[in-house]
């Protein structure tokens, strides 16, 4: 499970918290690295990252935080190492989320998701996701899923195993004054999924997007450095 799972609420506050092993026990896998001796890294196969993900140092869904269809969401300061998931926030907004100032270290999921609930494509919407520092994360460092009039700004991104930052029909997003250093490192994830990720930013399009978008994304002021593949 998770350490805090909320849904269905109004004025969440977490702030100047830490987080760590929630989901995985921190051993059998080097994120920050290639493989040696015998556990996996960023180079291993893809069946060395599914045994190590069906194995007993991960708990198959759990993670530090998971929010769904709440509103007024402040996410403010917390520390994050060692966990599954990191941060999802699925179906919520319109009364602004706040994501700011977290430190994200070494984790095995996505470091911050704004996503849709199952049958429920909307998303996040009026999310501001500032300020982070997200590394080394197994996925990607921010994933958005659908969701509008989202800004993502000042993060500093780097070592992610898959995109340091994708927006999969997402739309009205503003990303902004982002460094993305060795992001998109490898073609797997460490959950041993074969992903999509094709570079350090990446825009995905599923079919899913809001009716009332106006545009997809607009980006400035990016610095990208050495996107390892593709």
């Not at 999921?109 to 199952?118: A, E, P, V």
């Not at 994830?189 to 106006?214: C, I, W």
Request: glycine content about 12%; overall charge negative; hydrophobic content about 35%.
């Amino acid at each position: 499970g998770y350490a805090i799972h909320i849904k269905e609420s109004d004025h969440i506050y977490i702030q100047n918290c830490k987080f760590k092993n929630n989901g995985w026990d921190g051993n059998g896998i080097i994120l920050d690295g290639t493989g040696s001796n015998g556990v996996p890294g960023t180079d291993a196969t893809l069946s060395a990252l599914q045994n190590f993900a069906t194995g007993s140092n991960l708990t198959a869904n759990g993670g530090a935080i998971e929010i769904l269809d709440s509103k007024g969401v402040r996410l403010h300061n917390n520390h994050f190492d060692f966990n599954n998931d990191v941060i999802t926030v699925g179906n919520s907004g319109d009364d602004e989320i706040e994501i700011t100032s977290n430190f994200i270290n070494k984790n095995i999921g996505t470091g911050i998701t704004l996503t849709h609930s199952h049958g429920n494509f909307n998303g996040c919407r009026n999310a501001y996701v500032i300020n982070n520092i997200i590394r080394y994360s197994g996925d990607e460092g921010i994933e958005i899923k659908t969701g509008i009039d989202n800004v993502v700004g000042d993060n500093i991104i780097k070592g992610n195993w898959n995109a340091g930052i994708l927006l999969e029909d997402a739309a009205n997003v503003r990303v902004s004054n982002a460094n993305l250093v060795d992001n998109n490192r490898t073609q797997f994830s460490a959950k041993g999924d074969e992903t999509y990720s094709k570079a350090s930013v990446q825009l995905r399009n599923q079919g899913n997007m809001p009716e009332a978008y106006t545009y997809i994304a607009e980006l400035n002021d990016l610095r990208i450095t050495n996107t390892a593949l593709n």
